[in-house]
């Protein structure tokens, strides 16, 4: 997954987890908190994209 595709999909997942935290009443239910660890997930392989290429200049 290029950067960019990773940014948007990170953007997506956030706007989805915010929603259905909204509709279900807590950030605490089950369904946000998967969102919120398959978002977590792709935090960090941009993170990790982030710094190899920062590390390979």
Do not use: P
């Not at 909204?22 to 369904?31: A, P, R, T, V, Y």
């Not at 792709?42 to 390979?56: F, G, P, T």
Request: glycine letters at 2%; a positive charge.
């Amino acid at each position: 997954m290029n950067e960019a595709l990773l940014n948007q999909t990170i953007e997506d997942l956030r706007v989805e987890m915010v929603r259905l935290a909204s509709e279900k009443g807590s950030f605490l239910d089950k369904k946000v908190l998967a969102l919120s660890q398959q978002l977590d997930q792709y935090l960090v392989k941009l993170e990790r994209i982030k710094l190899n290429r920062y590390s390979a200049s």
